[in-house]
């Protein structure tokens, strides 16, 4: 059966869940059309690949000898590449063998390529069925989902990780749980951000030990590639993000990539060092729930990190795929909540554009942002179910995180 005709066949028994996903699916395989006409208007940015150019002078910089990481006058680094060392490989091989241009849309058209594959077969994972015509629609979905669009403008990496950790769940559910972890590891090492997306990891000794391989494997790889000193200038450059992330501007002085969840919260770093030890005491305790928890992990990022953007959003996408798959197992399930999650996050940029236009000056910035409504309702659900499939905490139970058997 087709995967149209499987959600079709709910129709009757989960009808609300049916129409929002038909929504989805309108509003985001019709966005590359609307965003079209967006930059018609100078609303919507062009494809500037601005951070692909990083990544090229980073590049030139690397086969010249010089280092990778270029201070301003002003002691930061503003417009510089900002990625571990071991990261420039990745686009090494398009900017040494092809002119800027080409390059970045050659990055585009195989990482967004892989995010559309990875998306397929973690659907498939999880017992998705799709008719030919299907696979080949399901691009424009994919491509249509605007936090991930926006990054392919800018010439970010969100589609390379979204893909990661789309591959990354549909290996531990199939078993290879030293491959997942090794995937996971991946994101986390290439933007450490990322780092919440590891939480199933704590939930497996194998997947746990593919991350620690394959982290370790990119260190020494990164390590014989570039030398310590470019390790030493990636640790400035760390501590200089630290610092810009503790004075971010408010997401109402619009820019399509904002989103500050946590912006004019008192003791924001408390509370995401709580949500983080939240996160790890639940995952902790959870028990046959490997679909939540590498859900709550994955959504956790955009929540989480310390200087946050909107194509973080683009980790948000696997979550949601195995959010209502696990949601449509549960007789009373509510697979609609991430579909809505979904589509907040989809209308973001715009919604907080028009939202802080109009909206009085006494209502909180933060509060202006769907996205974190969408973000809130995907990391809550997925954090409700983990937490219900927990355990007491015990001695025997923290052991069991070197002891438990794969998936």
């Given amino acids: 059966m087709s995967l149209l ?9 989960r009808p609300y869940f049916v129409a929002v996903s038909l929504i989805a699916l309108v509003a985001l395989g019709t966005y590359p059309a609307v965003d079209w006409y967006l930059r018609l208007l100078d609303i919507a940015p062009r494809f500037g690949f601005w951070d692909f150019g990083a990544y090229s002078a980073a590049t030139e910089r690397w086969t010249a000898g010089e280092s990778l990481y270029v201070q301003n006058e002003d002691g930061g680094y503003h417009g510089s590449y900002l990625y571990p060392p071991v990261a420039l490989l990745a686009f090494a091989p398009f900017l040494l ?6 390059a970045a849309l050659l990055w ?4 967004v390529s892989l995010c559309w594959i990875a998306i397929q077969r973690l659907a498939a994972t999880l017992g998705a069925s ?3 015509a299907e696979r080949l629609a399901l691009l424009p979905v994919v491509v249509g ?15 390379a990780l ?3 950790l789309s591959l990354a769940a549909s290996e531990s559910l199939r078993g290879r749980s030293y491959l997942s972890g090794a995937l996971t590891a991946c994101c986390g090492v290439i933007k450490l951000p990322y780092a919440p997306a590891g939480a199933h990891l704590l939930d497996n000794r194998y997947r746990f030990v593919g991350a620690v391989a394959g982290g370790l494997s990119l260190l020494c790889l990164s390590l014989l590639v570039f030398g310590v000193d470019a390790h030493r200038t990636f640790i400035e450059v760390l501590a200089w993000g630290i610092s810009e992330g503790s004075t971010a501007r408010s997401p109402t002085i619009w820019l399509p990539p904002y989103y500050r969840p946590l912006y004019g919260v008192p003791y924001s770093l408390a509370i995401r060092v709580a949500a983080s030890l939240a996160i790890v005491v639940g995952v902790l305790r959870a028990e046959g729930a490997v679909r939540e928890v590498t859900a709550l992990g994955f959504a956790a990022v955009p929540l989480l990190a310390p200087l946050t953007y909107a194509y973080y959003f683009a980790a948000a996408l696997p979550a949601v795929v195995l959010l209502v798959a696990a949601e449509l197992d549960r007789p009373a399930g509510r697979p609609t909540i991430p579909v809505v999650g979904l589509l907040l996050l989809q209308f973001h940029s715009y919604g907080l554009r028009g939202l802080g236009a109009v909206a009085p000056e006494w209502i909180p910035a933060v509060l202006l942002q769907p996205g974190l409504y969408g973000n809130l309702l995907v990391v809550g659900l997925a954090g409700a179910r983990v937490a219900a499939a927990g355990a007491p905490v015990t001695t ?3 052991a069991s995180v070197v002891g438990r058997r794969g998936d």
């Fill in 5 to 13: 005709r499987q959600l079709l066949a709910l129709r009757d028994e």
């Fill in 97 to 102: 063998t092809l002119p800027f241009r080409p």
């Fill in 108 to 111: 585009t058209v195989v990482t």
């Fill in 130 to 132: 799709f008719h030919p």
């Fill in 145 to 159: 989902f605007h936090p991930l669009l926006l990054s392919v403008k800018l010439g970010q990496t969100a589609a």
């Fill in 162 to 164: 979204g893909a990661l």
């Fill in 396 to 398: 025997r139970s923290l």
